[in-house]
């Protein structure tokens, strides 16, 4: 399957949030499957709302999430004319035409046939309308363009005339009778066409040969196959998903907690985790390795990922979050964890990298590299409880002789009575800033002796204030 091209067609309207992600993912992931190509097309025909910042903050998180794209990037507005060219030819085969209905006729019609018990679609008062008198109306009256998909249905012919199939290769085949559908409108009464017929033009122009996409795009897959047969174009193979849904169970979006790609880059997330939780959603069966994108495309079987809905969790992408950051090489770990200390190295990095659930946690333990960094709230609690004498009695000891963790630990217990908890985390407070965190032994051998002493001094003095 060389021949494989997908695609990802954002409207630069806005940040790329998760449901955009999953798209590109997905598309990404089916085209590096099959050693095809996957394109990146701006659909940039809404002038008023498309806007050139969207167009770059677009392509820098795709680049970040390592969803590069095949070729030139492609926009939407530079197949205008086709555009026009193929309602020109539809229109000629009276498989598009004129509407002159006002927003309020509609309103009233949708009305009317609801309260029969019918489906709330356009009533085709303006499909028969004589040429020449749409062309008069044209001139003084606004209107929109509507596709003609009931009076195909009423043509004569065989029966498969009177249905229209969307090949899904996660569903089969799905028909639809046309008699069901509408005759949607495709372009406003501002001259501006709506998503149906530049996306499917577009597809068949740039060779795009699947597409997947969410199942709240099935209808309109029918619509845009219909069409694209009449214009003698082969539509692409469709591949329709199961949602993706918030915590609440509604479609994911903004005003339901889907976050953008920029505010999660900000908080410190790694891309892969985003990558892995977002391939995991509804596609069962994947190894459990810690894999980079390229790696999940080889796993990756798009039949396997559910028709069924699914929802996301911000946990699970954070739990994934830790589990690669904690596996990181140690030189990778110090240049995010220099963000937020300036002063660390690569010895402080292997030794937080286990205790870290974000890289920002590192600052917790920031003692270890500055005497002079205030206790946490919590620790500072606990060094006041034991107060300066049991600190006092763990330097003198700490002074006497040359002891490890253990050992010393042991004579402090000795001398002090305190043993557990009450015995540790004061002593691991005073060395790191933290009430938990590295094995303590580790902790002395990357300060050194005379680090201990520092941090035990600092803190009788803080204590005798």
């Known amino acids: 399957m060389t021949d494989v091209v997908t695609r990802f067609a954002p409207s630069p309207t806005g940040l790329l949030h998760l449901g955009n992600v999953r798209t590109a993912l997905l598309n990404w992931l089916y085209a590096h499957k099959h050693g095809g190509r996957f394109l990146l097309r701006f659909e940039d025909t809404d002038k008023d709302r498309s ?8 392509q820098k998180d795709l680049h970040w999430l390592g969803l590069n794209w095949d070729g030139e990037v492609l926009f939407q507005s530079q197949h205008a004319d086709d555009h026009r060219s193929a309602l020109h030819s539809l229109a000629e085969k009276g498989l598009a035409y004129r509407c002159f209905c006002s927003e309020s006729q509609l309103a009233i019609d949708r009305k009317l046939a609801t309260s029969r018990g019918l489906p709330p679609r356009y009533n085709g008062r303006c499909r028969e309308l004589p040429h020449d008198k749409s062309e008069q109306r044209a001139v003084s009256e606004p209107f929109v363009w509507r596709l003609a998909v009931h009076r195909d249905a009423g ?3 065989p029966a498969d005339n009177h249905e229209v199939i969307v090949a899904d ?30 996306n499917a033009v577009d597809d068949a122009l740039d060779g795009i040969t699947h597409v997947m996409r969410g ?5 309109n ?43 999660l880059r900000v908080a410190g997330l790694l891309p892969a985790a985003l990558i892995q939780t977002m391939t995991r959603l509804g596609h069962p069966n994947l190894p459990d390795d810690d894999l980079n994108v390229t790696m999940l495309a080889t796993h990756f079987k ?13 946990d699970e992408m954070w739990r994934w979050h830790t589990r690669i950051l904690h596996q990181l090489p140690v030189d990778e770990l110090l240049e995010l964890i220099l ?12 030794l937080v990298q286990p205790n870290l659930e974000r890289v920002e946690d590192a600052v917790h333990f920031s003692r270890m590299l500055d005497v002079g960094t205030p206790f946490l709230e919590e620790s500072q609690a606990v060094a006041v409880e034991v107060g300066a004498g049991f600190y006092r009695e763990a330097l003198r000891l700490w002074a006497s002789e040359d002891l490890d963790w253990k050992s010393w630990a042991e004579a402090v217990k000795g001398t002090t009575g305190r043993k557990g908890r009450s015995l540790f985390m004061p002593l691991r407070a005073a060395l790191t800033g933290a009430l938990h965190g590295p094995e303590m032994s580790a902790v002395l051998d990357y300060i050194g002796r005379r680090g201990v002493e520092e941090r035990l001094q600092d803190t009788i003095s803080r204590l005798s204030v």
Do not use: C, M, N
């Open 155 to 157: 043509s004569t012919g």
């Open 221 to 263: 897959s029918a619509y845009q196959v219909w069409l694209l047969q009449k214009l003698g174009y082969r539509p692409p193979v469709y591949l329709h998903h199961g949602l993706l849904l918030g915590a609440d169970g509604a479609k994911l979006s903004k005003r339901s907690g889907s976050h953008s790609v920029a505010e």
């Open 302 to 314: 798009a039949e396997h990922v559910s028709t069924s809905s699914v929802r996301w969790s911000d």
């Open 51 to 58: 806007e050139q910042q969207f167009i770059q903050a677009i």
């Open 169 to 198: 290769a996660l569903r089969g085949d799905v028909r639809f009778a046309l008699r069901d559908l509408d005759d949607p409108v495709v372009v406003r009464s501002d001259g501006s066409f709506t998503f149906l017929l530049p």
């Open 215 to 219: 199942d709240d795009h099935l209808t």
């Open 339 to 350: 963000q937020h200390i300036p002063g660390a190295d690569a010895g402080f990095a292997a």
